[in-house]
Nanobody, 123 residues
C-alpha cells in the first residue's frame, strides 16, 4: 500500500526553523517526484516546492525562495522540507505529495498525498 506520512510541524517563533519530513512507504522515493504544498487558514492550497527525484531539479514558490529547501534521503525513503527564517505568513497545514510524472506545482498532477502537518509561526 502506498502511503505518505508527513511530520515535523509545530509551533515556532518568527525567524526560527523547522524541518518537515515525508516518509514514503510502498514505493521508492527515487522513482517519484515530490511536492510540498500548504494551506493557510481561509486560503486555497498552494504549491511551496517540488523536486524531481531522478535528476534532483528543484523548484520553489517565490515567497519561500532562499528560505526553504527540499531534499530527499534514499536510505530513509523520506523527503524533507527544511524551513528557515520562518515568517508569520508561513503558518499553514503543509502537505507532501508524490507523482510518477515529474516535478510540478500543479496539484492535480499528484497521485498520492500525505495527511498534512500543521506549522504555526508566532509573530
Amino acid at each position: 500500500e502506498v502511503q505518505l506520512q508527513a511530520s515535523g510541524g509545530g509551533l515556532v517563533q518568527a525567524g526560527g526553523s523547522l524541518r518537515l519530513s515525508c516518509a514514503a512507504s510502498g514505493f521508492n522515493v527515487d522513482d517519484y517526484s515530490f511536492g510540498w504544498f500548504r494551506q493557510a487558514p481561509g486560503k486555497e492550497r498552494e504549491g511551496v516546492s517540488c523536486m524531481n527525484s531522478r535528476d534532483g531539479i528543484t523548484y520553489y514558490a517565490d515567497p519561500v525562495k532562499g528560505r526553504f529547501t527540499i531534499s530527499s534521503d534514499k536510505a530513509k525513503n523520506t523527503v524533507y522540507l527544511q524551513m528557515n527564517s520562518l515568517k508569520f505568513e508561513d503558518t499553514a497545514v503543509y502537505y507532501c505529495a508524490a507523482n510518477a510524472a515529474g516535478a510540478t506545482m500543479v496539484q492535480s498532477e499528484y497521485d498520492y498525498w500525505g495527511q498534512g502537518t500543521l506549522v504555526t509561526v508566532s509573530s
